[in-house]
């Protein structure tokens, strides 16, 4: 098959789909390269450095659209990309089917096969293949950098000849994939950094990434990411209220804002509102990662760059990626790359649209002139782990009614079980001599004992306790010691055995036990 | 000596040694509680020595001490990780010695039954004992004796296929001869037949048949079941080997040898029944030989182990923020407890979050 790549047609858009090295992997696959003169010119990759790695280079895209079987490219299609797509091609890129309804039934209509990248299900096979995520993580990096830039002060304190400088304060908001690149990208920058999300299974993330957990007193049982497929649900009003109550405490301090919150198709959530802003500092900076759903800010004007009037910078560029096209090139290219991995399980250049695969049939959006989208919820589900159950916690009525039970049952079996051995002694009376029933007592006693004095053992101590049992199993000796005296050749002999070896069992037993527990002693 | 003085010592015993089982229950106490339990064997040696019906204490004595000599050295000499096997192996002797008192009191019996009315008087001692038995006592007698064979029988094997296991001389994986329980089945069965023959004749060809079939079970039951098993297996045959013990102070009509043998017994019983739950193992189908496991192997280990080396470890210590450390036997037995310490702080010092984690069940396995 034919992989082609064309120039990106979008406004200022720098990145680019195939790079280089992913077409070297292409073409182990069994594939064609084509790429459109100067697609990767923005992002840092030549037409001569494409040709080296055994790319076709073609002159205009129509003639790529033509030429290739599979168009891999970074942005959703334009009106007359799509019209250059035919039945037999397939298209692979970012295609938000959301937003682009009308253009995905076009796509179908013309017959070609559309795999959205953004539809990649998260499930950690698909990990190497989630554009999503590898872009995120890039975005994450470029706020911070992108905040130190607009930002008049170090992050990190230090102490000069010149002064002190207080370091900068973080807060990120939203610990997704790109939330914890920037958490990583601050503190290694040296600032002080905050970070709050509305999933509590993602502190520990944050911690450990070197931040701290903006830690929301709020009695509710908060969704859990692992049923929404690892991304935030919407909260309650209640909860927002709290939210940001807890945000309006932080603003003065904080000198930098990042935010990351978004929705699953839906638009932002405006968590740092009007009067937030104006209780910044001058000078500081905040980034919206959200900008493109309209911001997390109130005042992010999407694709600029504003100072309010106390002079806070809101930066609301939406193409952090493609400001970085060189790197975000490599990664994308590198998840396109695996995904036609997945497609080539034969490695023979044939593509196998295998629908019955989770990640193919989920990243799939038109097929054979239907739209498929949505996708059937993913066989495998769940990224983090379900939280465990809370156990119902009884009313003292029901827990008095259970003890009450098993009161009952125990009293019913003990009752039962003494009864059946007290009419087995009786029957055993009657044909047992006196002098067995003498001995029996005695016996029915000593087990009794014994089980009431091992109960409470310690667990640690399991096999001292065995090994003194065992020492003192030799009480047989006494048996033996009692025949020794006999008449009887045999029996003086055999007794005589018994004595020896019970006598190994006495001294060894015992030495075992004090040496397993010696081992116990505090020394 | 009085036989007064037998029996008060033999009192004095038993309260011994249920305190010593009993201490062992708590670590503080469990130091007392071996001395406990010494000091009980030894009272009770001697007042069953100088007690009516023993003869020959000069060789007995000697006896004890030989045995005694040995088993001090091979307790003192076995390296710590090896105890289990230690105990399994030690174990056997018991069994076997019930077997030899049970042959003892049956040959005994048969010897004071051919005897006339006068030459009975004249004896002393367990003869004089068995020879005023009346039918019916010796009918019971022959029914303890041949029980206190059988478990003595099936102990000994046991014990010794349970030491190979332990020590790994005999592989570990439970296996099962072709039949599988219908043969251990199969076996008690005829046992029991056979104990009915032994009751109603007497003939030494029963019992000697009848050790025969016990030592077979105990060696297929224990091979039926895993290694890991294999404390709960020893404490089971420990219990065994008591219920032998109780059984022979039946036919022989001596308190202190039930009053042991059945603490013994039930606290083995208890105990096997504890480390079962605490390793989270049916006790059934532990003790009958992996009897009704459906379950098939225990538990897929999933992933894999990878070792690393010291200054692996080192360094992933070093990066870490929070450390668990999972105490085991080999901790316990490398003496490293204050090394462990020191580590500990250490790692505190620099703020990082340790903690320990206990594990009953790997505890159980190992031996600890």
């Known amino acids: 098959m034919k992989i082609g790549t064309p120039k990106e047609v979008f406004e200022g858009e720098a990145r680019v789909a195939m790079t280089p090295d992913s077409a070297r992997q292409l073409q182990k696959l069994g594939h064609e390269c084509l790429i459109e003169s100067g697609a990767g010119l923005a992002a840092g990759f030549s037409d001569a450095a494409y040709e080296e790695a055994g790319v076709e280079v073609i002159k205009t895209a129509a003639q790529l659209y033509k030429a290739a079987d599979i168009i891999a490219k970074v942005r959703p299609p334009s009106d007359t990309e799509v019209k250059r797509l035919g039945p037999s091609k397939t298209l692979i890129s970012f295609f938000y089917p959301v937003a682009n309804e009308e253009l995905m039934a076009q796509a179908a209509e013309k017959g070609a096969t559309v795999i959205a990248m953004d539809m990649v299900p998260r499930i950690s096979r698909a990990q190497k293949m989630d554009a999503l995520s590898s872009m995120a993580n890039i975005a994450g990096y470029r706020a911070v950098i992108e905040a130190g830039n607009n930002f008049g002060r170090f992050f990190t304190g230090q102490v000069t000849a010149a002064g002190k400088v207080p370091p900068a304060k973080v807060l990120i908001v939203g610990a997704g994939v790109a939330g914890l690149a920037a958490i990583g990208t601050s503190t290694s920058l040296g600032a002080i950094t905050y970070a709050f999300d509305v999933r509590p299974e993602v502190a520990e993330q944050?911690?450990?990434?070197?931040?701290?957990?903006?830690?929301?007193?709020?009695?509710?049982?908060?969704?859990?990411?692992?049923?929404?497929?690892?991304?935030a649900a919407p909260s309650s009003p209640e909860f927002r209220e709290a939210q940001l109550a807890k945000f309006r405490e932080l603003a003065p301090d904080i000198d930098i804002v990042i935010t990351t919150a978004l929705i699953p198709n839906r638009d932002a959530p405006v968590l740092w509102t009007k009067d937030m802003v104006e209780m910044m500092k001058?000078?500081?900076?905040?980034i919206d990662l959200a900008a493109e759903r309209g911001g997390n800010c109130e005042l992010t004007v999407k694709d600029e760059k504003i100072v309010t009037d106390n002079g806070v910078t809101i930066v609301g560029y939406t193409d952090f990626p493609s400001r970085m096209a060189t790197q975000s090139s490599t990664l994308y290219a590198t998840n396109i790359r695996h995904m036609m991995?997945?497609?080539?399980?034969?490695?023979?250049?044939?593509?196998?649209?295998?629908?019955?695969?989770?990640?193919?049939?989920?990243?799939?959006?038109?097929?054979?002139?239907?739209?498929?989208?949505?996708?059937?919820?993913?066989?495998?589900?769940?990224?983090?782990?379900?939280?465990?159950?809370?156990?119902?916690?009884?009313?003292?009525?029901?827990?008095?009614?259970?003890?009450?039970a098993a009161f009952k049952a125990q009293t019913k079996s003990q009752v039962t079980l003494i009864v059946v051995g007290a009419v087995l002694m009786l029957l055993l009376g009657l044909v047992a001599p006196a002098s067995f029933m003498q001995h029996f007592i005695v016996f029915v006693l000593a087990v009794f004992v014994g089980?009431?004095?091992?109960?409470?053992?310690?667990?640690?101590?399991?096999?001292?306790?065995m090994a003194v049992t065992n020492a003192i199993s030799s009480i047989i000796i006494l048996g033996a010691l009692m025949q020794i005296g006999?008449?009887?050749?045999?029996?003086?002999?055999?007794?005589?055995?018994?004595?020896?070896?019970?006598?190994?069992?006495?001294?060894?037993?015992?030495?075992?036990?004090?040496?397993?527990?010696?081992?116990?002693?505090?020394? | 000596?009085?036989?007064?003085?037998?029996?008060?010592?033999?009192?004095?015993?038993?309260?011994?040694?249920?305190?010593?089982?009993?201490?062992?229950?708590?670590?503080?106490?469990?130091?007392?509680?071996?001395?406990?339990?010494?000091?009980?064997?030894?009272?009770?040696?001697?007042?069953?020595?100088?007690?009516?019906?023993?003869?020959?204490?000069?060789?007995?004595?000697?006896?004890?001490?030989?045995?005694?000599?040995?088993?001090?050295?091979?307790?003192?000499?076995?390296?710590?990780?090896?105890?289990?096997?230690?105990?399994?192996?030690?174990?056997?002797?018991?069994?076997?010695?019930?077997?030899?008192?049970?042959?003892?009191?049956?040959?005994?019996?048969?010897?004071?039954?051919?005897?006339?009315?006068?030459?009975?008087?004249?004896?002393?001692?367990?003869?004089?004992?068995?020879?005023?038995?009346?039918?019916?006592?010796?009918?019971?007698?022959?029914?303890?004796?041949?029980?206190?064979?059988?478990?003595?029988?099936?102990?000994?094997?046991?014990?010794?296929?349970?030491?190979?296991?332990?020590?790994?001389?005999?592989?570990?994986?439970?296996?099962?001869?072709?039949g599988g329980h219908m043969l251990n089945a199969t076996a008690a069965g005829l046992s029991l037949i056979l104990l009915f023959i032994y009751l109603g004749s007497g003939a030494m060809w029963a019992l000697v048949l009848m050790t025969l079939l016990a030592f077979f079970i105990g060696y297929h039951l224990i091979m039926g079941i895993g290694g890991a098993d294999m404390p709960v297996v020893v404490s089971m045959l420990n219990s065994y080997s008591g219920w032998a013990a109780a059984a022979i102070g039946f036919s022989l009509g001596n308190d202190l040898l039930i009053v042991v043998g059945a603490l013994v017994g039930s606290s083995g019983a208890i105990l096997s029944y504890i480390m079962c739950k605490a390793m989270n193992r049916s006790f059934v189908s532990v003790i009958l030989g992996g009897f009704g496991e459906t379950g098939g192997p225990q538990m897929e280990v999933e992933g894999e182990m990878i070792e690393i080396p010291v200054d692996g470890v080192a360094s992933a210590l070093n990066e870490a923020d929070s450390v668990i450390i999972i105490p085991g036997y080999g901790m316990a037995v490398a003496q490293a407890q204050s090394a462990v310490s020191d580590l500990t702080k250490k790692l505190r010092a620099q703020g990082k979050e340790v903690r320990f984690q206990s594990t009953p069940w790997r505890a159980v396995c190992r031996g600890t």
């Open chain 1, 206 to 231: 944050i911690e450990s990434m070197g931040a701290e957990f903006v830690f929301l007193e709020f009695e509710e049982d908060q969704t859990d990411g692992a049923a929404t497929g690892g991304y």
């Open chain 1, 282 to 286: 001058p000078g500081s900076v905040i």
């Open chain 1, 341 to 404: 991995t997945d497609l080539t399980p034969e490695k023979d250049g044939v593509v196998n649209h295998n629908m019955e695969d989770d990640v193919i049939r989920g990243a799939t959006i038109t097929h054979e002139k239907e739209v498929t989208f949505p996708p059937p919820p993913p066989k495998i589900q769940a990224i983090a782990a379900k939280p465990k159950e809370k156990v119902k916690e009884l009313t003292p009525e029901e827990k008095r009614e259970m003890e009450a």
């Open chain 1, 451 to 465: 089980f009431q004095v091992i109960w409470n053992v310690a667990h640690s101590l399991h096999t001292p306790l």
């Open chain 1, 486 to 523: 006999s008449s009887v050749g045999w029996v003086i002999v055999l007794a005589a055995l018994s004595v020896f070896m019970a006598g190994i069992n006495i001294f060894g037993g015992f030495l075992v036990t004090r040496r397993m527990l010696a081992m116990f002693q505090k020394s």
């Open chain 2, 1 to 178: 000596m009085e036989f007064g003085f037998t029996t008060a010592a033999y009192v004095v015993a038993a309260v011994l040694f249920i305190l010593s089982l009993g201490g062992l229950s708590g670590q503080e106490s469990a130091k007392r509680a071996v001395w406990y339990g010494i000091a009980g064997m030894a009272l009770a040696i001697f007042a069953t020595l100088i007690g009516p019906g023993s003869g020959l204490w000069w060789l007995s004595i000697l006896l004890i001490a030989a045995g005694g000599v040995i088993g001090y050295i091979v307790a003192k000499r076995v390296q710590m990780t090896e105890m289990p096997q230690l105990v399994a192996a030690m174990h056997s002797l018991v069994g076997l010695a019930a077997v030899f008192v049970g042959y003892n009191a049956h040959i005994e019996l048969a010897n004071v039954m051919s005897m006339d009315q006068e030459a009975k008087y004249a004896l002393d001692g367990f003869a004089a004992l068995l020879a005023k038995k009346s039918g019916v006592e010796i009918g019971i007698l022959r029914v303890e004796l041949f029980l206190g064979v059988f478990i003595g029988a099936v102990t000994f094997t046991g014990s010794v296929i349970a030491f190979g296991k332990l020590a790994g001389k005999v592989t570990s994986a439970a296996t099962k001869l072709p």
